[in-house]
């Protein structure tokens, strides 16, 4: 059973916006660091986005700050990835992950993985 399920990718032109779901089963999130990172053709995995434990601590790469926002709905158990003002060199395939409270906000180590959307931005 899957228990991070993302969506949400797709293709967008430079610019534009999209809005990544990832929705947990069998963790309460509340409980638990869930981050987004991706793999894009020219990096390494990078961290991108992790919203932590019951406070919902919020932590951003240099290089989406003040274009991406996460957020989560506890009750519906999901985490959002709101992409704005996407560049070409946000394209890659996008994973939620899951970890205890205590990671390293965009580094880890995260136990559960999602299987990955992909995000193209080009016009």
């Known amino acids: 059973q899957e228990q991070l399920v993302e969506s949400g990718g797709g293709l967008v032109q430079p610019g534009g916006s999209l809005r990544l779901s990832c929705v947990v089963s069998?963790?309460?999130?509340?409980?638990?660091?869930i981050a987004w990172f991706r793999q894009t053709p020219r990096k390494e995995r990078e961290g991108v986005s992790s919203i932590i434990g019951s406070d919902g601590r919020e932590y951003y790469a240099d290089s989406v700050k003040g274009r991406f926002n996460i957020s989560r709905d506890i009750d519906k158990n999901t985490v959002y990835l709101h992409m704005n003002s996407l560049k070409p060199e946000d394209t890659g395939v996008y994973y939620c992950?899951?970890?205890?409270?205590?990671?390293?906000?965009?580094?880890?180590?995260?136990?559960?993985w999602g299987q990955g959307t992909r995000v193209t931005v080009s016009s």
């Open positions: 069998a963790f309460p999130l509340k409980y638990y660091a």
């Open positions: 992950a899951l970890g205890s409270p205590d990671v390293v906000p965009l580094i880890g180590p995260y136990d559960y």
